[in-house]
């Protein structure tokens, strides 16, 4: 690790005064900025480096998420488990398709515009983990199944489970859907057991929908902290699940798919009756998931790797022991976050487009120009803030991928 002396005189007299990126810098003189977003769009990064991005911004490590979509993708192969994994971490079809690429069977989304989008994309297989209860999304969701018969989505609900029945007969469509179950998180999911059978009952006699099985997201084990602790709440949770598909297939009824399972318990689900992995935080990682703790080690997650960073600039220096950044609450700051490198910097919320920077008497401090790399808390919040991934192989910017469907109508 970068001792903070190390740290700091590697990064004296960067760009504009102190540019915190270490190691390479550019040579921004005659950088053709006026041009940038022309550039973005023709994709043409050409001498682009971090130095240049506007800031605050998301940058991806290329390396590390690699790394990342291969870790799972070997683990889920050699488990074995499919993996649907889930996108409201990313929402970012370049990035659904390298997981496709890697074994994915499809992608798992959250919303219907989640849905539409990946399939818009070209990505197979998308399971929307929400029931369609309101007349839009039932419409739409019967309207992409029309256009992507391999859409599928969730009921728990017998009501809309007769909706869709509707819908989907007055469309001339099989709706393919899967019984959503309760799986020890209570927002949404039918109790295990015989109510559980009984809609999937209703669910295989009828005429416009198809059973695909189960989905069951264990999400309240998913954060649990220490690996033994996080497999017993796992287990704990999906025992119900295990005796309504237990049930299920002795009534004689299809269980082609059981989904469920998260980033946490990713190499647990597949002993706990699970058929598929709806993993989504593993490809960049928080810094809440950081915290629950490996096998190997209970204090920190260390299977995947921070790969994904805000990057922000300091604004202002006046005050003993702090410096303001362009990083603020409409950008998603939180206290919770942490600085690359610096572990002694805490980050504080102040404004809407300010963050201040506090750092420990005695810890390297910063100054006006300096740009730092922060690792975001939620990811799930985060990347709903940005517009674009800028992808970086060390300091060079090497492609930009859009975020979609997010805040507001987009995201509904
Ligand atoms: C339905 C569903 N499945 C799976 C996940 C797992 O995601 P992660 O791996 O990011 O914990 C989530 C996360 O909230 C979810 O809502």
Redesign the pocket.
Known sequence: MTSRRQFFSASAGAFLGGAATRGARADTKGYPYSEFEQRIARKDFRGMTKDVLPTPCMVVDIDLFEKNLKTMADSAKKSPIFLR??V??HKSVDVAKRQVALGAIGV?T?TIAESELMSGGGIKGVLW?KQPASYNNLIRAVALTKRDPSFMFVVDDPRVADQVEEAAGAAKVKCRVAVAVYAGLTRQGIANGKPALDLAKKIHSSKNILLEGF?A?S?AA??TKGFAARRRKTAEDLSGVQETVALTRKDGLPVGIIS?????T?NMDHELGLTEL?????VFMDTA?KKVGGKSDDSVYTDFESAMSVLTTVDSKHHAGQVTIDYGNKAMLQPTDQVKGMSWMQVERQGAEYGILRWKDGGGELKVGDRVDIYCTN??MSTNCYDRYYIAKGNDIVDVWPIMGRSGAAQR
């Open positions: 994994p889930h409201k971490v798992t959250a983990t989905m997201y999400g998913s954060h469920g399972g998260s980033t946490g990713y709806e993993c989504g935080s593993y998931y990811l799930d």
